[in-house]
């Protein structure tokens, strides 16, 4: 149910060097030499669910040094230490599909009147509310103006407080598609930063994001939810146009993204080697078949409906698709779930408020039938696989970068618990604590 945009493992070792030197922390995070112990009444094992008691955690500039008892970890001198008492400790929150430039406001005049810059201050407020609320690491999967490859590198530089983040520049789509800019008449000519039709066309597409600095690519394989005129039902892009895609995204080292809702998109873009179907709302036994033949990821983005519901004020044109994507999503997704198709936590966070991004998980326990270990492992352990980035984040291990947190109660008694996240040190750095943002 992505926005309308003006601008969305491959197995290969590539894919993780370049990943992880687009988001390396600086040195501006983190002072040298520096050490920090962490002592957790609880960490909890996000791989096995088990809970250790009082465990230290030594943090060694960016990163984890070793994890071990409380009894046997003195500090050294110049070693800095944090208490968490009786809260329980584990890593970063990941999100696979977010929007920091973009914020839930759907009125058409607004949007065709947005300009970079304020989606770049969109970006810098989001990056934060983000980071504050546990989530350590997003995919950023759609952005104009390639505002969200300088928000990454602002961030990197340490301008700028938010999660690290892999980006995807303007999504691709076809001319008229969820990823063009359909609101206004023909006379302006206004055309989605992202649109491009047939192989040649996509080929230079997806080299010319690469260029500006694309972590990965973002492409509608089918209409969308929040865009004018078209179905999210029916398929955009062709089975070949999207094997195009994928052939040079994964050659250039880049995991490509594809936002479909219709069961015949889906089953195409996971045929040509997507890495992730995003939202996944009319999939049925056929593209589930293809995705756990391909080992493709499934993306929902089920919280979004319960808050539009609720909260949304919707343009007409836009309100009817979503009551009907609303009214057979979460059905089909709790199909693919049960299927054994592999998930990874994203939100489409701009589509409600950024910062409740932890409620996708409790929906995925209390409505779609998920164990809490299993909704856990897809905020950490499967979105780092998919952004290809396992060895860097997604548990907390010797050598990955210290992206830890701190709740008051064990998240698998109650994931609602990971919703009032305490304590987030992002590469080392602490920016917040005791529930106070810093
Ligand atoms: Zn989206």
């Known amino acids: 149910m992505a926005l309308k945009f003006k601008a969305a493992l491959c197995s290969c070792v590539t894919v993780f060097v370049f990943a992880a030197s687009a988001i390396a922390p600086t040195q501006q995070e983190h002072s040298a030499g520096k050490r920090t112990l962490i002592r957790a009444g609880h960490i909890l094992d996000v791989k096995t669910g088990k809970l250790s008691n009082a465990q230290t955690i030594i943090v060694a500039d960016d990163s984890i040094q070793s994890i071990g008892p409380t009894s046997s970890t003195s500090p050294q001198p110049g070693d800095e ?15 696979v599909h977010t929007h920091l430039t973009m914020n839930p406001d759907f009125d058409p005049f607004r949007e065709v009147t947005s300009t970079n810059a304020k989606e770049a201050i969109n970006g810098v407020v989001n990056a934060r509310k983000t980071l504050m ?15 969200d490859v300088d928000l990454r590198d602002a961030i990197n530089s340490g301008q700028v407080a938010g999660p690290h983040m892999l980006v995807s520049g303007p999504a691709m789509g076809i001319t008229g598609g969820h990823c063009d800019d359909n609101l206004l008449p023909f006379q302006y000519h206004d055309v989605g930063e992202g649109v491009a039709d047939g192989i040649a066309q996509v080929q230079h597409k997806v080299r010319e994001n690469i260029k500006y600095g694309a972590d990965l690519i973002k492409i509608c394989a089918t209409g ?43 089953l195409w873009a996971s045929e040509a080697g997507v890495d992730s179907i995003e939202h996944g709302s009319y999939i049925d036994d056929a593209a589930i078949a293809m995705m756990k033949k391909h080992g493709t990821y499934l993306v929902p983005t089920v919280y979004l409906e319960d808050w539009q519901i609720q909260y949304g004020h919707l343009p007409a044109f836009y309100h009817q698709k979503m009551v009907d994507v609303s009214a057979v999503a979460k ?9 054994g198709v592999k998930i990874a936590l994203g939100t489409d966070a ?64 109650d994931v609602r618990v990971l919703q009032d996240v305490k304590f987030v040190m992002k590469a080392g750095v602490v920016y917040k604590q005791a529930g106070l943002e810093k």
Do not use: C
Request: glycine fraction near 10%; proline fraction near 4%.
């Open 133 to 147: 609320a546990g989530f350590t690491s997003v995919r950023n999967v759609g952005a104009g103006g390639f505002v």
């Open 81 to 95: 230490v944090i208490d968490l008492g009786s809260m329980t400790v584990l890593p970063g929150l990941i999100d």
């Open 331 to 339: 059905q089909n997704i709790k199909q693919a779930i049960q299927s």
């Open 350 to 413: 701009a589509v409600y408020p950024h910062g409740l991004n932890a409620h996708e998980l409790d929906v995925y326990v209390n409505q779609l039938g998920m164990t809490p270990l299993a909704a856990l492992q897809t905020t950490t352990i499967n979105a780092a696989d998919l952004m290809g980035l396992s060895l860097k984040i997604g548990t907390l291990e010797p050598g990955k970068w210290a992206d830890i947190i701190a709740v008051d109660k064990n998240p698998l008694d």
């Open 224 to 266: 969308g939810v929040l865009s004018k005129g078209d179905d999210p039902q029916a398929s955009q892009y062709t089975l070949e146009e999207m094997q195009a895609i994928v052939a040079d995204a994964h050659r250039l080292g880049r995991k490509v993204a594809a936002h479909s809702h219709g069961a015949q998109g889906i």
